[in-house]
């Protein structure tokens, strides 16, 4: 078994900054591409952005200059450092994590952190 524990949301003045944090832990023998999504209210669940263990970023339009993904492979965590805030941003965020096991290949999903934008 994977579990990814997430940390950092929390409520936050438009402008300002949060950093998210993913980290997993189990059976893992590598993990290959790690993400951020999150769901506002109403909403589907949207790609935030994603890394790959060779470092390749991928983000949302709505995103682009003010997130940045990053990771560190020997902890086996992914962050979000997210500048610039809107409330538009606001939305329950969820990591991802696709994680060779000594089982197979799986995706994982954290718990889900809430980021809250509003003044």
């Known amino acids: 078994q994977v579990q990814l524990v997430e940390s950092g949301g929390g409520l936050v003045q438009p402008g300002g900054s949060l950093r998210l944090s993913c980290a997993a832990s189990?059976?893992?023998?590598?993990?290959?591409?790690m993400g951020w999504y999150r769901q506002a209210p109403g909403k589907d669940r949207e790609l935030v952005a994603t890394?790959?263990?060779?470092?390749?970023?991928n983000y949302a339009d709505s995103v682009k200059g003010r997130f940045t993904i990053s990771r560190h492979n020997a902890k086996n965590t992914v962050y979000l450092q997210m500048n610039s805030l809107k409330p538009e941003d606001t939305a329950v965020y969820y990591c991802?994590?696709?994680?060779?096991?000594?089982?197979?290949?799986?995706?994982?999903w954290g718990q889900g952190t809430q980021v809250t934008v509003s003044s």
């Open positions: 991802h994590q696709f994680v060779r096991t000594p089982w197979g290949p799986q995706g994982y």
């Open positions: 890394i790959t263990s060779g470092g390749n970023t």
């Open positions: 189990g059976s893992i023998v590598s993990i290959n591409v």
